[in-house]
């Protein structure tokens, strides 16, 4: 299979159609192979137009809803940056061709260890994982000038958010009601806002961001 093809194919149907302007996204993701962060057995799906579970709780979102979450994010050259839930990297690569910094977390410790041999091997000197808790963050490694969760949420992450800089940002995908929004919550003084920006794909929840379930009487 041509992956570089096939790359370039992903970023002109999926990403460049679906109002995804900013170029330096574009060349990130169209140089980021995406089929090196998948199993030996699901590598030929890699730019298939839908999301990919690869492991327990964790998947590629379709690139699309990945490259508009992205865009929404605003990432900045000179931006350090918290990937939580990180699993095999691929975002984590994507982000550190756009900003200063990626301190990636991943809980699963084999997933956190494979992530971070597959991002030396592609020569990311500027990203670093580290095996915690996703929801907990890194608070040592902050305040954070992004946050960026590839994977939808149920609740409001008041842990991550506390992470951020005054004026900072968290993109993810919040799904209530049945229905998943992928959107950014912005950081202003003790406020927090969230903005919804386009109707997501996926239904997967991030382990740990559940809404605890209500018992009905």
């Known amino acids: 299979m041509d992956y570089q093809a096939a790359r370039r194919h992903m970023v002109d149907s999926q990403v460049r ?84 910094m990626v301190v990636a977390i991943e809980s699963d410790e084999k997933l956190a260890s494979a992530a971070q041999e597959t991002l030396a091997t592609l020569g990311f000197s500027n ?44 993109a993810t995908i919040l799904r209530k009601d049945g229905i998943s929004r992928g959107g950014v919550y912005r950081r202003s003084g003790d406020a927090i806002a969230f903005t919804e920006f386009y109707d997501a794909a996926t239904s997967a929840v991030a382990p740990g961001f559940n809404k605890p379930k209500s018992f009905v009487f």
Not at 74 to 93: F, K, M, Q, R
Not at 132 to 157: C, L, T
């Open 17 to 100: 159609p679906n109002d995804v302007t900013d170029l330096r996204i574009q060349t990130a993701m169209e140089q980021t192979p995406r089929e090196v962060f998948l199993p030996v057995e699901l590598r030929d799906q890699a730019y298939v137009e839908r999301e990919i579970a690869y492991a327990p709780g964790r998947q590629l979102l379709q690139a699309r809803d990945f490259a508009k979450l992205l865009a929404a994010a605003e990432p900045h050259p000179g931006d350090i940056v918290l990937n939580a839930v990180c699993g095999s990297g691929y975002s984590t690569a994507v982000l550190a061709q756009l900003v200063e």
């Open 127 to 170: 990203a670093a994982v580290i095996t915690g808790d996703p929801w907990s963050g890194a608070p040592d490694q902050g305040p954070f000038d992004m946050i960026f969760v590839a994977a939808a949420i149920e609740k409001q992450p008041d842990s991550l958010l506390a992470q951020l800089k005054d004026g900072g940002r968290l």
